[in-house]
């Protein structure tokens, strides 16, 4: 694996350090307008990238199959969903200005559900971003060095506001600032851990290369509905939250053209 991929699939887990940063320089609890147009900017990055990033590209590497080149998109995009939502229905967690625990009882100490909330949701984007230099390496698709990078690098941007939304809760709920720095940096290391993990796979099931990019947009677009857009819609308001998904997605598929 050579020094570009490694520097592309830590990118997003850099995003998301930078935005935990932000607990140092903001006061105890995020304004709730910001946090609405945080949660819009990244629903409109993950769902560009779901597009432009995954299932387009799944239809081109099954062109061969000509009608049916939209098969493994659809399967792999139901699979990527269904997978989340198992996910979700099994691991204890706790969204972050939710009072409610998901998935299966436990004794869990809120932080640690918080935590785990967060990191579920970070799966799908290592998941993107490995399988597009997957696609990469073995030669397969049109992607090139710079398009997987505007992937990583789109990714990255979402996870920025994502990083200060994830930190910030913590401060206010009496942890130091360090601490809540550290569980947000931390959120994100499953990143580039499902990244490398989707890379090595992918090594030995090339001929379901249009699968696993799919697979990873149902499994971002579960996160976006189900997380994200219930986030934007909070409170009196939600023309924020929608006008920044309009700029995020715009952002993501401007970079796509652009370092394509």
């Known amino acids: 694996m050579n020094q570009s991929v490694l520097i592309g699939i830590l990118i997003p887990f850099i995003g998301t350090t930078l935005g935990a940063l932000c607990v140092y320089f903001m006061k105890q609890e995020m304004p709730l307008k910001i946090e609405k147009r945080l949660s819009g900017f990244?629903?409109?990055v993950m769902v560009s990238a779901s597009i432009w990033g995954l299932?387009?590209?799944?239809?081109?590497?099954?062109?061969?199959l000509n009608e049916l080149k939209v098969v493994p998109a659809v399967v792999g995009f139901w699979a990527g969903t269904l997978f989340l939502l198992m996910i979700d229905n099994l691991i204890p967690h706790l969204h972050i200005h939710s009072e409610e625990p998901e998935g299966i009882k436990s004794s869990f100490s809120d932080t640690v559900m918080m935590f785990l909330a967060v990191t579920i949701h970070n799966i799908p984007e290592g998941m993107a971003v490995g399988i597009v230099y997957?696609?990469?390496?073995?030669?397969?698709?049109?992607?090139?060095?710079?398009?997987?990078?505007?992937l990583a690098l789109g990714i990255a941007i979402q996870n920025f506001p994502e990083g200060a939304i994830i930190s910030m809760p913590f401060y206010s709920k009496g942890y130091s600032k360090n601490q809540s720095f550290l569980l947000g940096m931390f959120s994100g290391i499953v990143e580039p851990v499902a990244a490398l993990l989707t890379i090595v796979i992918a090594k030995y099931v090339t001929q379901f290369m249009p699968y696993l990019l799919s697979?990873?947009?149902g499994a971002m677009m579960y996160v976006v509905v189900e997380d994200l857009i219930p986030?934007?819609?909070r409170g009196s308001h939600s023309n924020d939250g929608t006008i920044f998904f309009a700029i995020g997605m715009t952002i993501m598929f401007v970079l796509d053209i652009l370092l394509s």
């Open 231 to 233: 986030e934007t819609s």
């Open 134 to 150: 997957a696609s990469l390496l073995q030669g397969l698709g049109s992607y090139t060095y710079m398009s997987a990078l505007a």
């Open 42 to 44: 990244a629903a409109g």
């Open 215 to 217: 697979f990873a947009a």
């Open 55 to 64: 299932l387009i590209p799944s239809m081109e590497q099954s062109s061969h």
